[in-house]
């Protein structure tokens, strides 16, 4: 009897040790499946874009419709990847993602106004430094040790 449920105890322990996966693992694999590195690369782009064209006085509505549009639709691609398996990525990403799609609506409706333009700027700066914040968490919690 006590063989039996030896037995038993240490299948069910190398069992249970098969499913589990590490906390870095599991980010790791989100951030492969994310194209997380892409998206990063892509709205640091775009909103690069969307902040010269801001500060360009002789852009038209047509040219900021043009590359706050491509920022507002790369911004929803990367939170429809949400959540991460990281709380605190998510919240950092979250926060990015959501700054960048603030300042692309703002961009869009800037037009010749340079309040609304210097807003969509302070919107797009608040997203670049949490998308950095989240790029350190993520690249922190997916180190090798």
């Known amino acids: 009897m006590s063989r039996r ?3 038993l105890l240490v299948a069910g322990l190398t069992l249970g040790a098969c499913g589990t996966v590490s906390a870095s693992s599991a980010l790791q ?3 492969s499946q994310s194209n997380f590195r892409s998206a990063v690369s892509s709205l640091r782009a775009d909103a690069a ?4 064209a801001l500060r360009d006085a002789g852009s038209t509505s047509n040219d900021l419709h043009t590359v ?3 920022l507002n639709l790369e911004s929803l691609q990367a ?3 949400l959540p991460t ?3 605190q990525a998510t919240a950092l990403l979250s926060r990015a993602y959501d700054n960048f799609g603030a300042g692309a609506i703002e961009c869009y409706h800037a037009s010749s106004s ?3 333009r210097a807003k969509a700027l302070a919107s797009l700066e608040a997203a670049v430094g949490a998308l950095s914040e989240a790029t350190a968490r993520i690249d922190a919690a997916t180190a090798k040790s």
């Open 5 to 7: 449920l030896t037995a």
């Open 29 to 31: 694999s989100w951030v």
């Open 49 to 52: 874009h969307s902040a010269a």
């Open 68 to 70: 706050c549009a491509v």
């Open 79 to 81: 939170n429809a990847s």
């Open 85 to 87: 398996p990281d709380s």
């Open 114 to 116: 340079a309040s609304a």
